[in-house]
DNA sequence: AGGCTAGGTTGGCAAAGCCAACTCACGCCT
DNA sequence: AGGCGTGAGTTGGCTTTGCCAACCTAGCCT
């Protein structure tokens, strides 16, 4: 059986970013939010479920607290992404591209883009970086 | 400011599987499970959690109910999915290969092979099919 | 000193989840 | 026909999580 194995990848996976509302604090820090109050006018998200989120995103490694000051404020804290944050975006844009393409009435309002400009999408590569149509892909637990 | 935007794809998305037991639901879905009772075995679910879930997969589309007989027994409802629910391999997939990648400890038991056998992994690409680096994509609310 | 503001923490209540026990529908066996 | 076994849930009671609103805490500024 492939079990609800306790050291399986996507098990912990979910554990972690599987909770409410912790993709949608991702997303707004992918796109800029840095500070408890960016995240918290953007989702809207009662306050102390946001400090308990960042919080385990912080120590997951996701994000890192990061002090910032503006000219006449005392110090901050701030959250930035670490690289192993930056690299959900793969994830999350997996998953908009398939809310856009198979759930009715929406729209991805963003779009994720190559340095250069570039509109990119998701999909599956073999080992020499040919495309495979995801119909032809399945799981193997072996 | 993006929103948390009540027709927004990725905002759906969550709503939809990220709830609770919903990710892993459907990896069981797509490892072959198409039954109440192997759903149960292999995730170890409450039995109302899971009536729950299944029934949400149901109308949104990602899974089907399809009668099934197995000699000497009498019809049985089964759950199998659509092929929106099969598309979520490549999110699955993106998710799993992340906590691969970023997770401490983990191994991803489960590894996504095209129909001849080759290994695929999920990875951005642009118009032509070319890869590109995670490090290098980025949203863009346009 | 007193006020302002970002960034939280705390308390009370409602919703969701968990477990165990129960039901329901049907085929089988006698 | 009647009782039994089994898959597929449903129901009741308790626990956990989430939500809201109110409160607290620095440090800066006047």
Redesign the pocket.
């Known amino acids: 059986m492939t079990g609800p194995d306790e050291n399986c990848s996507l098990v912990k996976a979910v554990e972690l970013v599987g909770?409410?509302?912790t993709f949608l604090v991702l997303r707004e820090a992918l796109a800029g939010a840095t500070?408890?109050?960016?995240f918290?006018a953007r989702l809207?998200?009662?306050?102390?479920?946001?400090?308990?989120r960042?919080?385990k995103l912080v120590d997951s490694g996701l994000l890192a607290?990061q002090s910032?000051?503006e000219?006449?404020?005392?110090?901050?804290?701030?959250?930035c992404l670490t690289e192993a944050g930056r690299q959900v975006n793969l994830v999350l844009c997996a998953l908009e591209q398939w809310g856009d393409e198979h759930l009715p009435d929406t729209v991805s309002k963003v779009v994720y883009r190559a340095d250069d400009g570039r509109r990119v999408r998701v999909r599956f590569v073999d080992g020499e970086g040919a495309v495979v149509p995801a119909g032809d892909v399945h799981p193997d637990q072996g």
Chains 1, 2 share one sequence.
Not at 35 to 38: A, I, L, T, V, Y
Not at 71 to 79: A, E, F, L, N, V
């Open positions: 909770e409410r509302w500070r408890f109050s960016e918290r809207g998200i009662a306050s102390d479920v946001l400090a308990a960042l919080a607290r910032y000051r000219p006449g404020q005392r110090p901050r804290d701030g959250y």
